[in-house]
């Protein structure tokens, strides 16, 4: 038996499931400070090509995103007498954004690095754990525990979160396409591209305003899940992609060749408008 310890929050049985889930949770968060926070990032996207890195990235983003994306397909519960459980809405939630992810690495994003395949097997295992240890704990969690207000804020900041993310990507490739250069394709030519800082929607005022909205995702759905583990699980993207941010703004400071657009990156923030 589980124990309310905030209203509409729920701390599940004590079991192996349970507390694994909040100590794996806890590590995963300890080890993205200590990764992002390090002298050398996370190495992929615009910081690969490190001297293990062999994989197109293509590649290496299926193999990221495709065993999430199995796990919630594959934990999919019937819909009974057309009654929607909290736990089917979750698993359709993390369905849906990484069937996303996946379109858009097959269509939207454009690749210029390399990724090694150690960084892919950590980044992958991570989201398909994640994921799949957030359902098993979502189960066991009774109906009575969940709240219509804590569904709809979940529901409301998932479904802003995927459109506003997804339309600061198709900003992103707006600008590869039209010859700005956002990531390294090669350490020999990189110090004779010229990178240009992102342009239109929130990128106005902030580096990485994809970053938020992801985070704003996972809230919805740390808010939709409504028990410790759930929450303690999706803090991953929290504390990474904000160190991540920091690193990008770090790093379009130091690529940037045109004076005006050092000026501009001075006046915009990392990943929140306005805030920080």
């Not at 956002?182 to 990128?203: C, E, H, M, W």
């Not at 919805?220 to 410790?228: A, E, R, S, T």
Request: with cysteine; net charge positive.
């Amino acid at each position: 038996m589980g124990l309310s310890i905030w209203p509409g929050l729920y701390f599940n049985d004590i079991s192996y499931l349970s507390i694994g889930s909040v100590v794996y949770g806890l590590a995963i968060v300890a080890a993205a400070f200590h990764s992002e926070s390090s002298t050398k990032p996370t190495p992929y996207s615009k910081f690969g090509n490190g001297p293990k890195a062999s994989l197109d990235s293509k590649v290496a983003m299926y193999i990221i995103y495709l065993p999430a994306l199995a796990s919630a397909l594959y934990m999919r519960e019937d819909v009974v007498n057309g009654v929607i459980s909290r736990y089917t809405l979750v698993e359709s939630f993390y369905f849906v954004h990484f069937a996303k992810r996946l379109l858009e690495v097959s269509y939207v994003h454009i690749y210029t690095s390399k990724t090694d395949v150690g960084t892919m097997l950590t980044i992958s295992s991570t989201y398909f754990l994640t994921t799949t240890l957030t359902l098993l704990n979502l189960r066991r969690v009774p109906e009575s525990v969940f709240g219509s207000g804590w569904l709809a804020l979940g529901m409301l900041c998932t479904i802003i979160g995927e459109l506003v993310n997804g339309y600061h990507h198709l900003l992103l490739r707006r600008l590869r396409l039209a010859g700005g250069n956002t990531a390294i394709v090669n350490k020999k030519l990189d110090d004779q591209r010229k990178y240009t800082l992102p342009s239109g929607g929130l990128f106005e005022y902030c580096i990485a305003p994809h970053y938020a909205a992801e985070q704003l995702s996972y809230i919805g759905i740390m808010l939709m899940c409504q028990n410790v583990a759930g929450i303690v699980l999706n803090l991953f993207p929290m504390v990474y992609l904000t160190l991540r941010s920091a690193r990008t703004h770090e790093w379009y400071a130091s690529k940037l060749s045109s004076q005006y657009e050092r000026s501009l990156l001075q006046h915009r923030k990392r990943l929140i408008p306005g805030v920080w």
